[in-house]
Structures are given as C-alpha cells and as structure tokens.
C-alpha cells in the first residue's frame, strides 16, 4: 500500500531556532498533503493543507509565519517551525489522500518535536 | 460544521471482553465518510475503515465489526474477544468529500482502550 514517510521520527531543539520536517509519499503523488498537530493525550488538530505549487491553507488559529509550510514537488512537503518554543513541542503528522475514489488518507509515523 | 464526539475518554476490559467503542458525528454535507484509526503508544496512526454515507451496511473484518446509523448520526466500533495487543487509543474520523476525493479529517478526542490480561 501507499507509504509516507516523515524526516525526522524525532527531534530536539532549543527555544528560538527553527526546526524542519519532511514529509514524503514514497509510491505515489500527492498534490495535497495535510498537517496535523498532536498534544499529549489529546486528539489530532489540522494545522494546514499543503497545496503542491501553491499556497498553503491554515486553519483558523494557527500562525502562517510561524508554521512555513511548503510544497515544492508532488513528493515532498515541509513544515518548519519557525522561533520555535516550548509551546510547540508536540507530535507532528502528515498526511496525504489516495488517488481516485478511495479517500484513504495515508499517514507518516509522526515527528515528535520537544523544544526545551 | 464537522464535529466528531467519542464520548467515552477511557475505557479498560479483561481480555476476551468485547468492547464498543462510540462514535457520533455531525455534518451538514449529504456525502461524507467515515473513519475508525488505531493509535498504539509507537504514534503511528494504523487505518482500520473508511464508510461512506451512502453504504449503511455494517462490516465485519476478523474481531472488529462497525455499526453504521445515519438515524442517530454513529459509527460505532466493536472489538469482540479483545486481546492485549488491541490496547491503543481509537480515533473515529470524519471528512467531506463533495468530489470523491480525499479531504481533511475532523477527528474526535480518541478513546484509550486497554486490555488487561
């Protein structure tokens, strides 16, 4: 089945720099490709849709100049948190839809970002 | 507005106990679908179903069988002899896809299930 990856499974960085992480479909093409972000026992918010050459889409509540999102090919879309802080440590997932009638989304294993 | 509610926030069985876990949706859209995904403590979400609007019919795969009513808008999810390896968090999905393809999901605050031995 569809694969997608995320680089890195998990990192830590210190308050105030900014940390990038990928998401990769690894056998298939994806225009679009989903953001979500995951606190502590808690459930999985959309934080944006990547859009492959184009802007990305936020949702209400979540800063565009500090979650840069981009998506440079139909493989490939990055998240950086940008001045990152303790706040944001969290559990990042990505996302991307199967081609046709299916609406499966494929998932990435995560990024766990712990900002110290 | 899309909203997913999986009242039951824990839920802890003996193994070989069945256990349903709820799930109620709300959506204006007539065509939607529906999702049941499994987290274990590794984070990797693992997909279990996909149900569109239109298919009420329920599904049976192994020890896990879904009950679909749009009548009382819930997809509720069933493990029947429960083992220790279901352990994990459960979320139930939901997503508008007016076109048929894929669209960003709505999740609800997941159901822990543990299974003791």
């Known amino acids: 089945g569809a694969v997608v990856s995320q680089h890195p499974s998990w990192v830590i960085c210190k308050s105030g720099t900014s940390v990038k992480i990928e998401c990769r479909s690894l056998d298939f093409q994806a225009t679009t490709m989903f953001w979500y972000r995951q606190f502590p026992k808690q459930s999985l918010m959309l934080m944006a849709t990547s859009n492959e050459g184009s802007k990305a889409t936020y949702e209400q509540g979540v800063e565009k100049d500090k979650f840069l999102i981009n998506h440079a090919s139909l493989t490939l879309s990055t998240l950086t948190v940008t001045s990152a802080h303790p706040e944001d440590s969290s559990f990042y997932i990505c996302?991307?839809?199967?081609?046709?009638?299916?609406?499966?989304?494929?998932f990435g294993p995560g990024t766990r970002l712990t900002v110290t | 507005a899309q909203k997913v509610t999986q009242a039951q926030t824990e839920i802890s069985v003996v193994e070989k106990e069945d256990v349903t876990l709820d799930c109620v949706y709300e959506t204006r859209d007539t065509t939607y679908y529906l999702f049941w995904y499994k987290q274990p403590p590794s984070g990797e979400l693992v997909f279990l179903i996909r149900?569109?609007?239109?298919?009420?019919q329920n599904e049976i795969s192994g020890r896990y069988s879904w009950n679909f009513q749009k009548s009382t808008s819930s997809f509720n999810f069933t493990i029947t002899a429960s083992q220790v390896v279901d352990s994990a968090v459960y979320f139930c999905a939901l997503s508008e896809a007016p076109q048929g393809g894929s669209e960003k999901l709505v999740f609800g605050k997941g159901t822990k299930l543990t299974v003791n031995p």
């Open positions: 996302s991307a839809p199967g081609a046709g009638h299916l609406t499966e989304q494929y």
């Open positions: 149900r569109n609007s239109f298919d009420e």
